[in-house]
């Protein structure tokens, strides 16, 4: 065993010693969410190349969902469906937000942060936040007493070689932040996941005898890949394995902490990632299993994540669901869990009562797949359908090529029409039944017109009743606390 994590576990036991477990309150929340990563990433979905314990572990002692989905395929509006249970247009974010972007996550946006707060936790975030980078729209503003991280994903910096833009005016090198104040320009990216973790410790240490929640949001497995030395080669499967491996670790010390600290049994924890992983990064982007394309597309490979719950003694441990679920669905679970009463607006719907194997889930909720505030496809029981659109393609027969070694491929253009699939029998999405069913297909296509009406779609150029107009500041940027 590593010598630091001997010394940080026998600190944890010594502090830990007279503390008493909070029996029937409130428990602690942690959500951790990964940046780009597939679904068969994890060993316990398939994962072959590289280990990942503590990831399974949690898996094993509380819930694995298999099909578990983000309503987008990207970075911004994916983080806004997480923390506001609602749709991204719903929240104001149509798609990623640039450096310099004049948006952000509207005031009026009620986050987990701001809930859990307001019912009496301490709340804090670790990682990566792109959810507008000024500071009207930084965590401290949406509810978190504190932040450590990166104001966006880790390619936004000069240096990196798959920056899209890499000259674009107003950049600024990759600034690491605390709370509003830029600590660091350019940080050792090595270190990264590893200053993460320890800055997740220390929260959890120093708000141990209260309630807390914590949002920890790695930035990796987001490419330019970087890892810390004791995990360089150490998964014999490349650097992505090596990265995926750290990921594991740094939720192996956090479960280690908990135990520690006799805050294991009070402590919900919840993983996943933002979307799927990014295949234009070839040998850098992660694996999806069968399914169709990754990242930026609404095909299986692009929102369908891996995902587990942990919250001893409140689920029935050991679970394998495979309803439909949806990310926007862990919000009011949590807040369930710890007593909170739900927002009226919310899209997602509690868990807690099938995971308490008291009910069941509804396996024909409509789910539905945005891309740039396109409504491309959505499920419903079995049936996957998409309305036709275009998407970017890795396939070669699309002219898309898969990268190496940190620099990107290319995308290839590729278009679908009305497109039915039995996700049951055929989850590579490859056999197209529209033809066979177009009763379900009618069916499907009532639900995108209700969505449509209610969320809005920018294909059709539909203005959601419920959606929230984006947030744009009214000001010249000011000059960061810390710029030099």
């Not at 009305?418 to 999405?429: K, N, S, V």
Request: aromatic share 8%; hydrophobic share 40%; charged share 20%.
């Amino acid at each position: 065993m590593n010598r630091s994590l001997i010394v940080l576990l026998l600190a944890g036991l010594l502090s830990g010693c007279a503390r008493t477990n909070r029996v029937d309150g409130p428990p602690n929340v942690i959500i951790i969410f990964a940046d780009d990563m597939g679904w068969s990433d994890l060993s316990s979905y398939g994962q072959k190349a590289w280990d990942t314990p503590a990831l399974d572990r949690l898996g094993a002692e509380g819930v694995r969902f298999t099909d578990f989905y983000v309503p987008t395929p990207a970075c911004s509006p994916s983080r806004a469906a997480l923390l506001t249970g609602r749709y991204p247009l719903k929240a104001g974010i149509r798609d990623v937000l640039s450096p310099r972007s004049l948006r952000g996550l509207p005031e009026a946006e009620q986050t987990a942060a701001e809930l859990f707060r307001h019912a009496g936790y301490r709340t804090g975030m670790v990682g990566k936040w792109h959810l507008g980078s000024h500071p009207d729209f930084l965590p401290t503003n949406h509810g978190f007493e504190t932040w450590f991280g990166l104001p966006y994903s880790n390619d936004y910096s000069p240096r990196s070689i798959n920056n899209p833009r890499p000259h674009a005016a107003g950049w600024m090198e990759l600034p690491l932040m605390r709370d509003t104040t830029v600590v660091e320009r350019e940080p050792d990216q090595r270190l990264l996941t590893e200053r993460y973790t320890e800055e997740a410790l220390r929260f959890i240490r120093t708000h141990q005898e209260e309630p807390f929640f914590l949002y920890l949001a790695h930035s990796m497995p987001h490419t330019p890949l970087w890892v810390s030395d004791p995990f360089l080669g150490a998964s014999g499967a490349g650097l992505y394995g090596d990265v995926i491996e750290e990921i594991d670790a740094s939720t192996g010390r956090i479960l280690a902490e908990l135990e520690a600290l006799g805050l294991d049994d009070d402590t919900i924890i919840v993983f996943t990632s933002d979307n799927g992983p990014w295949l234009v990064m070839g040998d850098h982007g992660g694996t999806k299993a069968d399914f169709r394309e990754g990242k930026a597309t609404t095909f299986e490979g692009g929102v369908r994540m891996p995902a587990v719950i942990r919250a001893p003694g409140r689920i029935v441990a050991g679970q394998v669901v495979g309803e439909p679920v949806i990310s926007m669905d862990i919000l009011p679970t949590v807040l369930d869990f710890a007593g909170i009463g739900l927002p009226s607006n919310l899209d997602g719907v509690p868990l807690n009562g099938a995971l308490a194997g008291k009910a069941d889930l509804d396996a024909n909720r409509p789910l539905f797949f945005y891309r740039s505030g396109q409504l491309r496809s959505m499920r419903k029981g079995k049936w996957k359908l998409h309305v036709p659109h275009t998407y970017t393609s890795i396939l070669p027969e699309w002219g898309g090529r898969p990268g190496s070694g940190g620099h990107p491929g290319e995308y290839g253009n590729a278009t679908i029409g009305i497109a039915l699939y039995d996700l049951q029998a055929d989850p590579a999405e490859s056999i197209d039944l529209a033809a066979a069913y177009p009763e379900v297909v009618e069916d499907l296509l009532r639900d995108i017109e209700d969505a449509r009406a209610r969320i809005g779609d920018e294909l059709t150029g539909r203005v959601g009743s419920e959606a929230t107009p984006p947030q744009f500041i009214q000001a010249v940027w000011p000059t960061l606390e810390g710029d030099q």
